[in-house]
């Protein structure tokens, strides 16, 4: 996996339903669109036409929540044969999912599930990754999820059992932020430590979103505006990984498209005051995905 395979598509947002109308009918500015994979697996109907007339407009990128590569049952043919199938029909940058597990014994738990931090997790999740990304063609990248308990037999801290992975499996990283802001709040350790400690030419994309404040704990719910703080630390990874695609992901109380919009021009402005575009040098395509149209202006 090369950091210069994938190209920087600047900043995007989710796309979301109660969206659809609008981004259809007014084809606002945007860079780009992540979607959930798992909503466009159907055989037809209104999603698929939707991101068929997104598509057509807009760069996108392919985000799973079913692939449970840390599981111990085999991995889903089956939901492979459609990811694979889907990835051929829209042509997405990338695929991603999550370094976690969903469910065991065939039974889905619906939640993004912690591992332990282990040498034997390392290898078992590491080989999956590999066997999915022959099967799919292409390298993917696994995202960090926020969690709210750990496991005794853990020997590795997160950082270091995410690395492993994505040097092991030779994958990408989809680096969230919130996550890392949420989960080091929970088990006390330092997110800026996290940061510092992932290495730069594996991180292909950055999320943000907004968690809820319980006081004892964060809980990463995705129904808020994002938190100065985790603005804070997006600013010390543009530091550290440079031009990193990024998106605002939203989930619950879902603001209207020019709100969401305007935190992904936020995400902008903090990045233009960071990165010096005629000094980058980081090994990105400086244009987006063949096919894709980004706006000149976020070519640098
Ligand atoms: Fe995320």
Redesign the pocket.
């Known amino acids: 996996m090369k950091r210069s395979d994938f190209p920087f598509l600047g900043f995007g947002v989710g796309l979301r339903r109660p969206h659809y109308t609008h981004i259809l009918e007014n084809r606002p500015a945007m860079d780009w669109f992540e979607v959930i994979s798992e909503n466009f697996m159907v055989a037809g109907g209104r999603p698929l036409e939707v991101l068929a007339a997104v598509r057509d407009r807009y760069p996108i990128v392919m985000h799973g929540v079913s692939l449970s590569i840390g599981s111990a049952d085999p991995l889903n043919k089956r939901y492979l044969n459609e990811l694979r199938a889907l990835a051929l029909r829209f042509e997405p940058a990338w695929i991603s999912d999550h370094l976690c597990w969903t469910g065991v014994g065939g039974h889905n738990l619906h939640d993004l599930l912690p591992l332990p931090y282990t040498e034997e997790t390392v290898r078992h999740v590491s080989r999956r990754i590999r066997r999915v990304q022959d099967f799919l063609g292409r390298p993917i990248l696994i995202?960090n999820v926020s969690s709210y308990m750990t496991f005794k037999d853990s020997r590795l801290t997160e950082w270091e059992f995410l690395r492993a992975i994505a040097d092991e499996a030779d994958c990408g990283i989809?680096l969230?932020i919130?996550?890392i802001f949420v989960s080091a709040f929970n088990h006390r350790f330092s997110a800026e430590e996290y940061v510092d400690a992932i290495p730069v030419e594996r991180v292909v994309q950055f999320?943000l979103?907004g968690h809820s404040d319980h006081g004892t704990h964060l809980l990463d719910t995705h129904d808020h505006p994002v938190c100065d703080a985790v603005w804070s630390l997006y600013e010390r990874a543009v530091r550290r990984f440079g031009r990193v695609s990024t998106l605002i992901?939203w989930d619950d109380n879902i603001p209207d498209f020019k709100e969401l919009s305007e935190t992904a021009q936020h995400a902008r402005r903090i990045f233009d005051a960071v990165v010096q575009p005629a000094n980058i040098n980081d090994g990105f395509q400086s244009q987006a995905h063949p096919g894709t149209a980004v706006p000149a202006n976020h070519r640098a």
Request: charge should be negative; charged fraction near 40%; proline fraction near 0%.
């Open positions: 995202e989809l969230d919130n996550n999320h979103a992901e």
